[in-house]
């Protein structure tokens, strides 16, 4: 059984910085693109940044680039997202997700697997 378990949102000062994890079991994590996704009230759910572990690629939404960092763990089998400078716009609840494909957009449709979700605050 494929399990994600997110961790390390939390409440953090706008220009701050969080880390999230995700951690994952029941599957070879060497053959998938895990993903961050992120979810604000009265929104669709969109895509924040995808790692394809099979060949490095790593991809970045627009509103994020520079600012957030997806990297791995081999050992530990997880996933982080390393978030600098944070804005306002940023607060959501963050999801990681699993596909088998080499995606090449980080688009939720794609994803299958999916965490329960982290809650990221941003104070002004």
């Known amino acids: 059984e494929v399990l994600l378990v997110e961790s390390g949102g939390g409440l953090v000062q706008a220009g701050g910085s969080l880390r999230l994890s995700c951690a994952a079991s029941?599957?070879?994590?060497?053959?998938?693109?895990v993903g961050w996704f992120r979810q604000a009230p009265g929104k669709e759910r969109g895509g924040v940044s995808c790692?394809?572990?099979?060949?490095?690629?790593?991809l970045y939404a627009d509103p994020v680039k520079g600012r957030f960092t997806i990297s791995r763990d081999n050992a530990k089998n997880t996933v982080y997202l390393q978030m600098n400078r944070l804005k306002p716009g940023d607060p959501a609840v963050y999801y990681c997700?699993?596909?088998?494909?080499?995606?090449?957009?980080?688009?939720?449709?794609?994803?299958?697997?999916w965490g329960q979700g982290n809650q990221v605050t941003v104070s002004s």
């Open positions: 029941g599957f070879a994590f060497d053959e998938y693109a």
């Open positions: 790692l394809v572990i099979s060949d490095g690629r790593t």
């Open positions: 997700a699993l596909t088998p494909y080499s995606v090449q957009t980080v688009d939720p449709a794609e994803f299958g697997s």
